[in-house]
């Protein structure tokens, strides 16, 4: 790392003289950029390559846009003389050739200006951004200057502001203004009829609650009650799960439908996820908050109700808040192994039972093992320059099988859905011949009996007898056969929802580890950039960090592993009510985190790594479905 740079309140004059120019510089460049009507950009550019990059765009959109309108403004004065006849389109069509003709060579002509310009300032800026690079200072790329940062500093700006005095100096910006959440105009809606109001009562919500409604109670409640909160309850963990079913129902449309009709025995065969891990799933352990803060799920089960709260500026200050908090946090965290000269076993020593707690958290060795990859990547890239690019290229491989993880979850949870939904409406179309045959049977019952009796008489006699009536089945009674399709549909219908819980987590796990892995590279590249600090400081904390990373990495297990936990808890609560996973199950388990976590400390092998489980747990799933087949009934109520 350079030598140490200078604070912002040891800048000479002739500093402070220059980046005043070039304030004035970027004030006149944005003004240029964000006037109405622009198509070019005329932004500041860092240095050569981002020069290059703006020039270039600028010349592709002059060419693009003066071809684009050479081609159309004839075609359009055709059409619009065309009202006049061949000769009024003819004419037409000439008067937006010469349009076309000025206005493409007008904007192939801006073009190459405006990007010829912004590489020229490219260049021209170049040698600043080399020294100010070198110096320590950092790029904004939303002011486009060049600043050196000072995390005590953003700390005191951000950290002392609330949500409320932050909404509040928006509101005092008539532009930025947010408006206000609430009923204010909003028909009022009427109380509906359901059989059972017990899950609602749970949650406190009326029964015509709105899905984020019902969200935003659900997190409040779970939160509130949560075990990690209430030590010393003994009942703690049994309201808990209450309040957890309670919204695995309400938060299903078509559970909830059951239920508004016919009562909790009718979501009996639902699946009776554990609690803690659904918590952790969507908001992560409170236990993990001074690491990677609140998640942005929990955020936004928060915020849907209230556009207040949903205001975009407001949403980025949350985040910016986040993230500094997370790196003080880290800083104090990271500070021991200084404090202890660089003893790497004993700065071990102060997080080893807080990691061996994190661990052992619902879903909790997946998030450790997120985080840890998050801390050593970042210090690896700090520490050397080559190993930087190679992460850099690891993560963008990363990001791309992300993506496509979720592309492929979100297709099986979709195709699921639907057979689930079939089954349903199958389900339904079944007991509704069966209550149309009964009443008819009912109907044909009475007729005969208000027949005269010579009348039945005569009937029977000239009726022979058959087996088949003497040995008829007594209306409402349930033949095997009956009971054996109901147990069948039964357990088919479990096998679909468990099937849709694991893809729905995948998805779910899928947008908490972006979350998680974009919130920390910030929060470690503020803790390692603090100039507030000396860079010999900064150069201990980069080694701090990459112990830390590999401790995290050591105890955490897989995305893989962590589903694959998560379908087997959801499979066993499916098919034995709840029960504990057994030894072996357990035992198996610590294997296969064991066998991942051999290579982990290799940031190259973790993104391959990576790559490989998503494809094995693809193989290896219990629901690999990707184009499930439906029965044919099924299929016909499409």
Request: aromatic share 6%.
């Amino acid at each position: 790392m350079s030598e140490p740079v200078k604070s912002a309140e040891e800048k000479t004059e002739k500093d402070k003289t220059s980046e005043s120019k070039d304030g004035q510089e970027v004030a006149k460049a944005e003004e240029d950029y964000s006037s109405e009507g622009s198509l070019f950009s005329l932004r500041r550019p860092k240095d050569i390559r981002d020069g290059l990059g703006s020039g270039v765009g600028n010349i592709l959109k002059g060419a693009v846009g003066g071809a684009a309108l050479l081609v159309t403004a004839p075609i359009k004065g055709a059409y619009d003389g065309s009202s006049e006849g061949s000769w009024g389109a003819l004419k037409g069509f000439g008067a937006g050739l010469g349009i076309g003709v000025v206005g493409g060579v007008g904007m192939v002509v801006g073009g190459a200006v405006t990007g010829v310009t912004q590489i020229g300032r490219g260049i021209y800026h170049t040698p600043g951004a080399v020294s100010a690079a070198s110096s320590g200072k950092e790029w904004d790329d939303e002011r486009r200057e060049w600043y050196i940062y000072n995390l005590e500093e953003e700390a005191k700006s951000v950290l002392t502001v609330s949500e409320e005095d932050f909404i509040k100096s928006l509101k005092a910006d008539p532009a930025a203004a947010p408006k206000e959440g609430g009923e204010e105009g909003e028909p009022a809606r009427v109380e509906r009829k359901v059989a059972d109001t017990e899950f609602y009562d749970v949650l406190g919500v009326p029964s015509n609650a709105t899905a984020s409604e019902i969200k935003k109670a659900y997190y409040k409640k779970a939160r509130d009650n949560h075990p990690d909160r209430h030590p010393d309850d003994p009942e703690a963990q049994k309201k808990f799960q209450v309040i957890g079913h309670a919204y695995q129902i309400l938060s299903d449309e078509a559970l909830r439908a059951n239920y508004d009709a016919s009562g909790k025995d009718s979501v009996e065969s639902a699946p009776k996820v554990d609690p803690s891990t659904l918590f952790a799933m969507i908001f992560g352990s409170e236990k993990f908050v001074p690491l990677v803060g609140e998640l942005k799920l929990a955020s936004q089960m928060q915020d849907e109700e209230n556009e207040a709260h949903n205001h975009p500026k407001l949403k980025k200050f949350r985040q910016k808040k986040r993230e500094v908090q997370c790196a003080m946090n880290l800083v104090q965290k990271l500070q021991h192994y200084i404090d202890l000269n660089g003893d790497a076993e004993a700065f071990k020593a102060t997080f080893a039972e807080e990691l061996k707690e994190l661990s052992a958290s619902p879903f909790g060795s997946t998030l450790v093992g997120s985080i840890g990859l998050a801390y050593y990547e970042s210090a690896l890239a700090e520490l050397s320059t080559v190993d930087s690019m190679s992460i850099s290229l690891t993560q963008a491989g990363r990001s791309v099988t992300t993506g496509l993880g979720i592309a492929s979850e979100g297709f099986k949870a979709a195709m699921v859905a639907r057979e689930v939904s079939n089954a349903q409406k199958l389900q339904k179309l079944k007991e509704e011949q069966k209550a149309a045959g009964a009443g008819e049977a009912t109907a044909g019952a009475a007729g005969e009996a208000a027949k005269p009796a010579g009348a039945t008489v005569d009937a029977a006699a000239a009726k022979p007898a058959d087996a088949s009536t003497t040995s008829a089945t007594p209306a409402g009674t349930v033949t095997a056969e009956e009971e054996a399709s109901a147990k069948a549909a039964e357990a088919a219908m479990k096998e679909k929802i468990e099937r849709l819980s694991g893809h729905m987590f995948a998805v779910m796990w899928y947008f908490t580890d972006i979350d998680i892995r974009s919130t920390l590279a910030n929060v470690c590249f503020k803790v390692l950039h603090d100039h507030s600090v000396s860079n010999t400081v900064l150069n201990e904390r980069a080694k701090a960090l990459k112990i830390l990373g590999d401790c995290f990495i050591a105890k955490g297990g897989s995305m893989a592993a962590g589903l694959g936990d998560v379908r087997t808890r959801l499979h066993q609560q499916m098919n034995g009510e709840g029960k504990e996973a057994s030894a072996e199950d357990e035992e198996h388990l610590h294997q296969e985190q064991h066998q991942e976590q051999a290579h982990a400390k290799d940031p190259v092998y973790v993104g391959k790594d990576e790559k490989n489980s998503a494809s094995e747990d693809s193989k290896g799933d219990s629901s690999p479905v990707v184009t499930p087949v439906h029965e044919t009934s099924e299929a016909d109520l499409d």
